[in-house]
């Protein structure tokens, strides 16, 4: 299916053009009959003779009705702006044509309408439109004259139509869900249903989304799917569609909510943007309505110059970088500006002066988002991330731009600078603590977040274990240290010496705590010696050699299966204070399982 939204000044003809195309009456409410004016969105559908299966979204052309246009407009992949032989072009012509422009809608027609009232005027009105729309998407869109009460032209029209259907590119069907939402109702025995343009991803049955609302946010599913009134298990771009949702009411869901796939997207309040066209950006009044999809929401505009703004939106929506967002003042029929998302996670602007930066650097950037000044300005992020922000991650990085293991993307100035910060940490605190085993990964990871520029909060370990191996360092057991460091026992090292002795001898003959603190080994010298692979600390403050359970598992395996503790006990020649713990941590490690309350078996 191809999804086509009408333009143009109120009272040209778009409804009954649709109408005439589909057999189909567009406007829903007794209103918009009474008074024959479009009001709200209307839908109608056909079947070209090519199989091409045709949507029409048809909008009001009233001044008042601007922000309803908007919301028919935004979403669609393919415009059809209208105007009148009688009237010729008109003010809302012009609104809906810089709407048009600000959407980024590069595909359409024009038709001329009314051809068999004012005959004589057709070519001038033609004449008009191309005038009006050079250095538009629509400059060199066809132009096509119908009568839609006498069908004249209608036959080039529905070719016309047919022709840019199949010149328009196929949407992407395995891309993300963003489905915005035109109506919300509920039906007797389903519940809750939603309708919108799908453009890009696939719906199916069953599927888990989140809707992005108004007023909440909120996990939901699929129970049904509905496309030109027929039933349908999967709905690919473009198309219309109706969504039967479970676990919301519709009493909540509103116009300009929307469906989208779960964790894909960012919802953000704060973006940085440049206009591609009306009034400049530190011109107007800062207090502005965007709409993008079917959405209206408030925003402050920040400029930072005539063509660079920060937006600050009062309520989050799914967007991305390249999207394409108008702003009008609020109760205005005039397009202020569009403009095309450029940063969905800018940074904060807290120096004197930071605004004039921030306008050069966004200067520099390409529409399509700057994977090197991305990943250059947080020293390290997520290629999952840039995804959702809608930046595409080339194959072949930029040269300061390394590829990191755990899916990371490090800039190389950066990389070096946190490297040469750990050599320095590593060294420093294993000086300062000659008993530690190395430096733990998360105490590295924090030491890391407080040079400049600092690592970034939500790091993981692999980018953490990366910066150290390329340090030179190893990681082991969670801590970080350098190739062959062993801790420094000290004092400790004579009684971690007597208790490996005493141990060599007797493998299960654990030390007694009085033992222990003849020795002087405390709770940090046996941490450290385990740390070094010298001692094991069992449950219970028993402690025995690292080797001493395998030593175990052979004389368990040859006892008759399964067996009791007590068994075990005399197998070993210890004690129930060493057997206990030493048996739990066989049993956590699966080498043997436990069978009840008083018996166990090797894993075999």
Known sequence: MYVVATAGHVDHGKSTLVSALTGMEPDRWAEEKKRGLTIDLGFAWTTLPSGRELAFVDVP????????????????????????????WQAQSSDHRDAITALGITRGLVVITRADIAPEALAATEAEARVQLQGTPLANAPVVTVSATSGEGLEELVATLDAVTADTPAPDPGARLRLWVDRAFTIKGAGTVVTGTLTAGTLRTGDRLRLVGETSTEATGVRGLQSRNSAAGVVVPSARVAVNLRDVGADVIHRGDALITDDAWPVVEVIDVRRTMGQPLDEGAHGLMLHIGTAAVPVHMRP??????RLTLDRGLPLQVTDRIVLRSPGSRNVFAGVVVLDVDPPELVRRGAGSRRARELADRPETGDILAEVARRGAVERARLLRFGLSVPEVL????????GGWLIHRPTLEHWVEAARTIVKVKLAAEPLAAGVPEKALAEELRRVDPPLPGETNRELVAAIASRAGLETVKGMVRPPGHSADLGPAEAGVAEVERRLAANPFAAPE????????????????????????????????????????????????QPFT?????????????????LLEYLDGRGWTRRIDNTSREVVR
């Open 61 to 88: 052309g009233h001044e008042k009705f601007l922000a309803n246009m908007l919301a028919g407009v935004g979403p669609a992949p393919i415009v059809c702006l209208v105007v009148a032989a009688d009237k010729g």
């Open 304 to 309: 930072f110059d005539g063509d660079h703004a």
């Open 398 to 405: 930029p040269d300061d731009v390394a590829d990191a293991s």
């Open 513 to 560: 705590a009085d033992d222990l603190r003849e020795l002087r080994l405390g709770v940090r010298e046996l941490a450290v010696a385990e740390s070094a692979g010298r001692l094991l600390r069992l449950g219970d403050g028993v402690v025995v050699s690292p080797r001493t359970p395998a030593q175990a598992m052979r004389l368990l395996a040859g006892l008759d």
């Open 565 to 581: 503790t007590s068994a075990a006990r005399q197998a070993l020649g210890t004690t129930r204070r060493v057997v206990i713990p």
